[in-house]
């Protein structure tokens, strides 16, 4: 947001200085990103008179002039046609850098005669549209800068221009008059009443205006009015000024009305020309689609269905809130003309600019909230300005719809000043503050003003009163020290597992990763995901599409990458959330790790193998371990398909309770995946191991028995999908207290055993802690290991 420092002083009388304004506006909240200077850049020109001017001898239309200047009479070559002798002209000299043509001057020759700097027309001083002939002063003394000269004779062509950056919450700073709202409030100065007092119509309006049913909520209210009888041409150079400072190109004075109140009051306004709107009706309407217009920029629009457009009998005029068509747009040669104020939706707005790219000054407006309450005082300002500049005889206004209501009103509470922001503000001071902003106070009640769209509650007051009061009367203070001595543990039991799980994988040898939370739909599917609930509404890519079910994916798209790269040998870890659904709850962390290649480099001294399922195995339990789960665990199946039927297991605490799984990846999700085999990996649940019930640190003293231990083996000819395991646990629970050790140590598929059948042996370790055995308590214990195996698997004893 630009705007001048005069048109600032038009809205606020203030004695205060450029700086101050400056600096007040930063600590308001409308940071100001720049402050343009334009004096500076005429601070080199000075003032000269022309003593003579001789026709050039070698072409007709060059003028040899002898100019006088503050360094003596110098020699100046002139092309412009009113360079003439006894006028007072702007000089610039040979060093001097001239804006307008981004020339530094110096001597030269022009047609053989020397020429000793030049005489500068107002577009070369960047001043203004005119070079037909050079800058001619009615006053001015020789050597006088030009600059000095501007600024008792012409202000307005070099005050500072202030940039603002504005906040999406600020829409009433938009227009010159809120920003000076807000630096009267503070106290810089104080508001000048610029109010005007409608004007009565001299005839009915002859364009009428409908607004479709379906349509009043994108736009709620129309005001219009034609005025006939205007003089359209160059608007006055104030008004010209004004706009060229802020980077706008005035056209002509129907349009420049319109821009200068889009800045002055943030109120958008549309001219059309009365006399090409066909049929002498409007109608603001929803687009069916395909709909196309020629916009006042030149280019055609094709409209999709719903865009909010003013039509009149022959099509499309304008776009609602957006911009003007080029038919029925004012030219030189305008004398009816038909003043549109209206209110448009700003969401709707958004959407049709996005839609169709354009980005206007009233699509900026109205998408960020207007003041919908200044309407039609809007209207009568334009029509005032126009009356007063251009002529003409206004007709009554026309109304469509109503204004929308925007009231509302919050309770203000004094006090919360002080909780909320920290800082101590009488109550009458806040009270006087809000009253200043355009908030009407009602006892305890504050009105809420309608063009602040951002006040949406009681801590919006609060707000409003401190920002005025300045923020930068904070005082820091420290808190009061609430406990003593050293502060107790601030991690959860689920934090401090997972902090143990990245450690111990970290030693293991595993690379941590940390992947997106987000995997393509194609990715979530392979492990039982990518379904509607676990859909984004609005992903930053296709790549992104699903929340994660598994933190496998990410690894193993990880691996892929490396491998494209050359890197076969991959050992990654994750910990981190998987979901199992859309909802809050919805989630499980996991500790996962993924092993692929081989175990190690080649190397002379040892041998490098390919990583198995042992591998994972001995890792997934040393993990286990150090998050502390119990130590007697069961290896079950029944994994999920997306790990390998044979080569995988789950630890388990029981057939229902399964703390991870361990195994190879299905082949054909590394297919899928890009990712060359095979992989192994485990995926560790922290939440299911159960909490210690010791709270203390310290281990248990370590008991070992001077008995010494027997070792008995067993063979067994068992079905052949009998698992090992089922064996193990049977010939555990023989005797609890006097086998310490179960393992399978050979099997045998074929020979004499038969089809389907296979022999497996296991060792059998006791450990007496009381007295020696003797044989016929170790007779007496395989006995049972037997009678125990053989139920539990049908097998028998092998002879």
């Known amino acids: 947001m ?26 308001l909240g409308l940071e100001v990103e720049g402050v343009e200077d334009r004096a500076s850049r005429l601070a080199g020109f000075t003032l000269g008179h022309v003593k003579s001017a001789e026709k050039h001898p070698d072409a007709d239309r060059l003028r040899v002039c002898q100019v006088e200047t503050d360094e003596g009479t110098q020699q100046i070559i002139c092309g412009a046609p009113n360079a003439r002798q006894g006028i007072t002209v702007v000089v610039a000299k040979p060093g001097d850098y001239v804006p307008g043509i981004d020339t530094t001057i110096g001597v030269g020759k022009i047609r053989g005669v020397e020429s000793f700097g030049m005489m500068a027309s107002e577009r070369e001083l960047e001043l203004s549209e005119e070079h037909d002939g050079i800058i001619e002063l009615p006053s001015g003394k020789v050597g006088d800068r030009f600059i000095d000269w501007l600024a008792e004779n012409d202000p307005a062509k070099v005050d500072p221009v202030i940039e603002i950056a504005i906040t999406p919450n600020r829409p009433d700073a938009l227009g010159v008059r809120g920003i000076a709202r807000d630096l009267a409030a503070r106290g810089l100065g104080k508001m000048i009443d610029r109010d005007t007092d409608p004007i009565a119509g001299t005839f009915p309006c002859p364009v009428s205006v409908t607004i479709d049913a379906d349509t009043l909520d994108q736009c709620p209210v129309f005001y219009g009015r034609v005025i006939k009888g205007v003089t359209n041409g160059p608007s006055p150079a104030w008004l010209q000024d004004a706009l060229r400072a802020i980077g706008l190109r005035p056209i002509s004075f129907l349009v420049d009305v319109t821009n200068f109140f889009t800045y002055d009051r943030n109120r958008p306004l549309h001219v059309f020309d009365a006399d090409k709107i066909a049929g002498n009706t409007l109608r603001i309407h929803r687009a069916e689609g395909g709909e196309t217009l020629m916009g006042l920029d030149e280019k055609e629009y094709v409209f999709s269905e719903g865009m909010t457009l003013i039509s009149d009998a022959n099509g499309v005029e304008s776009i609602g809130g ?12 305008t004398t009816n003309v038909f003043i549109e104020a209206a209110y448009f939706d700003p969401i709707r707005t958004a959407y049709t600019g996005r839609a169709l790219k354009i980005n206007s000054d009233a699509r900026y407006r109205f998408e960020r909230g207007i003041d919908p309450e200044w309407t039609p005082h809007g209207i009568e300002h334009a029509t005032r300005m126009i009356l007063d500049h251009a002529g003409g005889e206004a007709s009554d206004v026309v109304v469509a719809g109503a204004i929308p209501d925007t009231s509302r009103a919050y309770r203000l509470d004094t006090d919360r000043v002080q909780s909320l922001v920290g800082m101590t503000i009488p109550a009458d001071t806040q009270r006087e503050t809000l009253t200043a902003l355009g908030f009407t106070l009602d006892g305890d009640l504050a009105h809420v003003p309608s063009w602040r769209p951002d006040v949406q509650g009681e801590a919006d007051l609060v707000e409003e009163v401190a920002r005025i009061a300045s923020l930068t009367k904070l005082e820091g203070r420290p808190l009061p020290r609430l406990t003593d001595g050293v502060p107790r543990a601030v991690l959860s039991p689920a934090q401090r597992r997972e902090t143990a799980a990245r450690r111990a994988c970290a030693a ?3 690379h941590e990763c940390v992947t997106y939370s987000f995997i393509d739909q194609a990715a979530a599917a392979l492990f039982g995901g990518g379904d509607d609930a676990t859909q984004l509404e609005n992903p930053i890519s296709s790549d992104m599409s699903h929340m994660r079910p598994a933190l496998l994916p990410g690894l193993l798209q990880a691996a892929a990458r490396n491998q494209a790269r050359g890197i076969n040998d991959v050992m990654l870890f994750e910990v981190g959330p998987a979901f199992h659904g859309g909802e809050p709850g919805e989630q499980h962390n996991l500790v996962t790790a993924l092993m692929v290649g081989r175990t190690g480099p080649k190397d002379v001294h040892g041998a490098s193998r390919a990583a198995d399922v042992y591998d994972v195995k001995a890792d ?4 286990l371990a150090a998050m502390g789960s119990p130590a007697k665990v069961q290896i079950l199946r029944g994994a999920r398909e997306w790990w390998h039927p044979g080569r995988h297991g789950r630890i388990c605490l029981g057939p229902k309770k399964t703390l991870g799984i361990f195994g190879e990846v299905h082949p054909k999700i590394l297919s899928a995946l890009d990712v060359k085999g095979p992989a192994m990996a485990f995926t560790l649940w922290p939440d299911e191991i159960p909490q210690s019930r010791k709270t203390g640190a310290t281990r248990p003293a370590l008991t070992l028995s001077d008995l010494q231990a ?5 063979a067994f000819v068992v079905d052949a999908e009998v698992d090992a395991l089922t064996l193990v646990n049977a010939a555990q629970g023989a005797d609890k207290a006097l086998i310490t050790d179960v393992r399978v140590f050979d099997e045998f598929i074929g020979g004499s055993l038969g089809e389907g059948k296979k022999s497996l042996a296991l060792t059998v370790r006791l450990q007496p802690t009381e007295a020696t055995l003797k044989d016929k308590d170790i007779e007496a214990v395989a006995a049972r290991v037997v009678e125990k195996v053989t139920k539990a698997t049908g097998g028998t004893l092998r002879g």
Do not use: Q
């Open 710 to 714: 027997v070792e008995r083996d067993f």
């Open 508 to 510: 293991l040898g595993y």
């Open 620 to 623: 997934a339990e040393a993990v």
């Open 2 to 27: 630009k705007f001048t420092l005069s048109w600032l002083k038009s809205h606020l009388e203030t004695t205060a200085t450029l700086d101050e304004i400056t600096e007040t506006l930063t600590d």
């Open 322 to 333: 957006v911009m003007g068509g080029l038919p029925s747009g004012c030219t030189e040669e």
